[in-house]
Nanobody
């Protein structure tokens, strides 16, 4: 079992920045996938950015060049640096982890609101 706790969400003006953090309850060094998804009411949850085993990193086209995913294995934490935020980035952001056995875990989410 892995518990994931997101933090760092909040209200920011368009063009601003936020950094989200996802702290895992145990080592995340070995994984099949780990990253961030987001969801707005009435829509499906969508991929924002993730690491895949083997060194591949995926980003949604809508965030390429603005968002950066990173991780600190020593702190069991994954980050999402979000720059040049737009109102359409408003969503609940969820941390996701898939372990080497295929077990999938989600955090409870953190709300990001981009508004003037």
């Amino acid at each position: 079992q892995v518990q994931l706790v997101e933090s760092g969400g909040g209200l920011v003006q368009p063009g601003g920045s936020l950094r989200l953090s996802c702290a895992a309850s145990r080592s995340i060094f070995r994984f099949a996938a780990m990253g961030w998804y987001r969801q707005v009411p009435g829509k499906e949850r969508e991929l924002v950015a993730r690491f895949l085993s083997g060194g591949v990193t995926n980003y949604a086209d809508s965030v390429k060049g603005r968002f950066t995913i990173s991780r600190d294995n020593a702190k069991n934490t994954v980050y999402l640096q979000m720059n040049s935020l737009k109102p359409e980035d408003t969503a609940v952001y969820y941390c996701n982890y898939i372990d080497g056995s295929g077990g999938m875990y989600w955090g409870k989410g953190t709300l990001v609101t981009v508004s003037s």
